[in-house]
């Protein structure tokens, strides 16, 4: 994201020349609100249950299914989780299920949970494959299930949805700082485009902090999935909940550094969905402490 | 002394370690880390040796030892976060939080995670569950990693970092970095896409806010960046593509072949910058409310 061909600067962003969601995470403004109706708002949900973890941070797994049965009814407006799956991909379909490798990689109970529910829905076993890694293969997946875990990256700003096929570009060194803008494009490869039926964020222990590696001063416990189906709603979303936690953590602005210019890249160049606040629209069910949506 | 490596413990607690640990070097720094490989080949990177400690029904504790190429590489990845519990590890292992000084303390610790400084390494010892017996553990391995190593002093560079500007702009000293990369200073306050500044490890940078210090609750704050290149003709070179990249409306403009102090105030979207050139150093301020507050800061510089 450049204008011009300009590199932007801090500059860009204090003119307001660039859009309110990068702004908003790098000088503390408000989100964007413009616009937006309802019939055409991209819904994402959060479902959330104190309960998720114990106090050591271990998963329970029976309450783990629960939440997501509620994610999949509540997302899709079916009546049971099976039927919410059959919405959203065919039992004909080789499924990709894509989880966070590093970092604050994905809890491999939220995969566990995903892959069972899955083949209760009627998904062959064999038919459901791990599509994460550099030698992962997009390609002989006809459906992908994006299983993200929530952080924030000390590259790329945010590092939960739109980085979340980095590998599949095969250069992810390509996309690091300024040209995180670019993280957007992988969603466009041939192999790639058009497949992601669900983006489900693992936001059981997100990381509010860039890293580059875990320090878990910065993680939390939120004990949430948040699902939809357009990605950069989603991580508007996500991006909302990191920067409230990061204020609230330190009781000071704390922007995001550097920016998530992925964000509305991904609206504004790659069409892949809305980073508008106003297009959003969130329904949370659960617990509803510090829910850290503003 | 500093250039012997550090003789971990077999055992620590209820963790045992393997007999020789694995090392990573900048060629394949990526594959282990992904990502964050970005961060240590932005200082002067040597290698890493790191070990996964084991114990039965226990999470591991990972320790990263990373050896830079100097002491002030190393103190830089230290900077990059001053917070959680100071540790004074030259102390026994059961002794470790007493008396410890809070400014810039040469190690910190926080829910399971040591990070520490000494001579050219930078140590991460992490326990994936924190418990008393982790956390005891973490600060026994950071006690036997810096013991019988020297403590050099803090870069130079950072007595050029007042701890005050008159009239009234205090350090936070808590949020100031060392580093020698533009990907480090944009993850701490984004100046814009390109390397502007021209870092790389023949420089050395450091930044950090400063706070009005009166009692009236303003937040307002300043953003003090110091950057030193290895020679006067580089770092004039440096400001010139700063004035290009970041106040392309304000062209450098100097006499030929004059090589003498440069300063220079302007206002811009978020209140005035400052900058003084001297010899291979300028410092910059930024986010300064009105000009005479950024004139008087300058002038002290």
Redesign the interface.
Same mark, same amino acid.
């Given at each position: 994201m450049?204008q011009k061909g300009k =590199? %932007?600067?801090?500059?860009d962003f #204090?003119?307001g020349t660039l859009g309110a969601t990068i702004g908003a995470s790098?000088l503390g403004t408000k989100f964007m609100t413009a616009g937006g109706s309802a019939a055409s708002k991209s819904l994402v949900t959060i479902v959330r249950d104190q309960s998720a973890m114990d106090s050591?941070?271990n998963v329970n797994a029976n309450i783990l299914k629960t939440m997501l049965d509620q994610t999949l009814i509540k997302f899709t407006g079916k009546n049971t989780a099976n039927d919410a799956w059959l919405s959203l991909v065919k039992p004909e379909d080789t499924v990709g299920l894509v989880p966070t +490798?590093? #970092?604050n990689p994905t809890h491999q109970e939220v995969e566990d949970a995903v892959k069972s529910s899955l083949i209760d829905a009627g998904i062959p076993e064999g038919k459901i494959l791990n599509a994460q890694g550099r030698s992962a293969n997009p390609g002989a997946c006809t459906a992908l299930i994006g299983l993200p875990a929530l952080k924030a990256?000390? %590259?790329t700003g945010i590092g939960t949805v739109l980085k979340l096929y980095i590998l599949y570009s095969g250069m992810?060194?390509n996309y690091? @700082?300024?040209n995180n803008a670019k993280l957007g494009e992988i969603w466009n490869l041939p192999s790639v485009r058009g497949k992601t039926r669900l983006v489900l964020v693992d936001a059981l222990h997100p990381l509010c902090d860039?890293? +580059?590696? =875990? @320090? =878990?001063?910065y993680k939390w416990a939120y004990n949430g999935l948040i699902a939809g189906t357009d990605p950069v709603a989603v991580e508007t979303v996500c991006l909302r909940i990191i920067m409230e936690k990061r204020k609230l953590m330190r009781g000071?602005p704390w =922007?995001l550094?550097? +920016?998530p210019l992925c964000v509305e890249a991904a609206d504004k160049d790659y069409g892949l969905g809305t980073s508008n606040w106003n297009n959003i629209k969130v329904e949370n069910y659960g617990w509803d402490e510090e829910l850290l949506l503003g | 002394m500093t250039e012997s490596k550090p003789i971990l413990p077999k055992t620590a607690g209820f963790w045992t370690r393997p007999d020789s640990p694995k090392s990573v070097n900048a060629q394949n720094i990526f594959d282990y880390m992904d990502g964050a490989g970005e961060l240590y080949v932005g200082y002067r990177f040597d290698h890493l040796e790191y070990y996964e400690y084991k114990a039965k029904s226990q999470e591991d504790i990972l320790v990263e030892i990373y050896f830079m190429k100097t002491s002030d590489d190393a103190f830089g990845l230290l900077s990059l976060d001053w917070g959680g519990e100071p540790v004074d590890l030259s102390q026994s292992s059961q002794n470790n939080a007493k008396n410890v000084s809070t400014d810039m303390p040469r190690a910190l610790y926080g829910e399971g995670l040591l990070r520490l400084w000494s001579d050219n390494i930078y140590a991460r010892v992490m326990a994936y569950q924190e418990t008393p017996e982790s956390k005891q553990a973490v600060l026994a391995l950071g006690h036997s990693i810096s013991k019988d190593r020297r403590n050099p002093p803090r870069p130079d560079l950072l007595k050029n970092l007042p701890d005050s500007f008159e009239p009234n702009w205090e350090l936070r000293r808590e949020r100031a970095s060392y580093f020698r990369s533009h990907l480090v200073l944009n993850s701490i306050y984004y100046l814009g896409q390109e390397n502007m500044l021209d870092l790389d490890h023949t420089s050395e940078a450091l930044t950090a806010p400063y706070q009005r210090k009166d009692s009236s609750g303003d937040k307002t704050r300043i953003q003090f960046l110091l950057v030193k290149h290895s020679n006067n003709e580089r770092a004039r070179s440096a400001l010139a593509h700063f004035h290009r990249a970041y106040l392309p409306e304000h062209p450098l403009q100097t006499k030929p072949g004059y090589s003498g102090k440069m300063v220079n105030i302007f206002p811009i979207e978020d209140g005035w910058i400052g900058y003084k050139l001297q010899n291979n150093t300028i410092a910059f301020i930024f986010e300064c409310p009105d000009h005479e507050t950024a004139r008087i800061i300058i002038d002290q510089i």
């Open positions: 450049s =590199p %932007l600067t801090r500059r #204090l003119r790098v050591s941070n +490798p590093h #970092l990256h000390w %590259l992810p060194r690091h @700082d300024e860039k890293g +580059p590696q =875990p @320090d =878990p001063r000071e =922007p550094s550097p +920016p | -």
